[in-house]
């Protein structure tokens, strides 16, 4: 074998050895990522209130919050579910704290992907029912379990409306939220509202993205770790 064939060869080898490190190096960042705020849990102060906007936003907040944000969720994202889980918690502890409220603009791009091609939507309107009641901790823990542990998966994964009144009424929703989910009586509303997230989401940031957080005109990068205590010191 030539000497260089032999460079080349070990050329080759140190390059594969190289991009076997930076995968590993990305796998366990994306592994190791910290809970914030573990073990508060979701929004306990019943002063928190929830208020369906007459644009299909969901305000999640104390009517004197020092600031606001939106969060755009397809109910089906992935990433939604992850942002949840990283930050919910910590989310949870600056509304009731007073630092912090929230507009979720709930947007339904995901449909194709679940098994009724309608799942999105009627994620949207059980979660419109749930504000609509206008309970804070009651809609928090709604949101979070839709988001985390009962999320479907894409390409296949679903739930019924008994099932997301199921989960409702495990989150402290009345009967006539139940009703509301179960009969899909919202399931118009929350089409046009969804649509209408789309349109807002584009306009900020160029694009139908989830999760994308704003504040005011800004894009938030949610991956820097410390986003939410910069909002709400």
């Not at 139940?178 to 789309?198: F, L, P, V, Y």
């Amino acid at each position: 074998m030539s000497s260089r064939t032999t460079y080349a060869l070990g050329g080759v080898a140190l390059v594969v050895i190289a991009l076997i490190v930076v995968l590993v190096v990305r796998w366990n960042s994306d592994h190791t990522l910290k809970v914030q705020g573990d073990g508060y849990g979701q929004v306990k102060d019943p002063a928190v209130s929830a208020l369906l906007d007459s644009d299909g936003a969901i305000v999640l907040g104390k009517p004197n919050a020092a600031k606001t944000i939106d969060i755009y969720e397809d109910p089906m994202c992935p990433n939604c579910g992850a942002l949840e889980r990283l930050y919910g918690q910590q989310i949870a502890r600056k509304i009731d704290e007073g630092k912090l409220a929230v507009r979720y603009r709930l947007v339904n791009f995901l449909d194709p992907k679940s098994a009724g091609k309608d799942y999105s939507t009627r994620a949207v309107a059980a979660n419109e029912c749930v504000a609509d009641a206008g309970n804070g901790p009651v809609y928090a823990k709604f949101h979070a379990e839709l988001l985390t542990s009962r999320q479907p998966s894409e390409n296949g994964g679903d739930l019924s409306n008994e099932q997301l009144a199921a989960i409702a009424k495990d989150a402290g929703a009345p009967a006539d939220v139940q009703q509301c989910i179960t009969k899909g009586q919202r399931i118009d509303s929350a089409r046009n509202h969804a649509q209408a997230a789309m349109t807002a989401v584009k306009g900020a940031v160029g694009q139908v993205r989830t999760p994308t957080v704003v504040d005011g005109a800004t894009e938030v990068d949610v991956n820097d770790s410390g986003w939410v205590d910069k909002l709400a010191p």
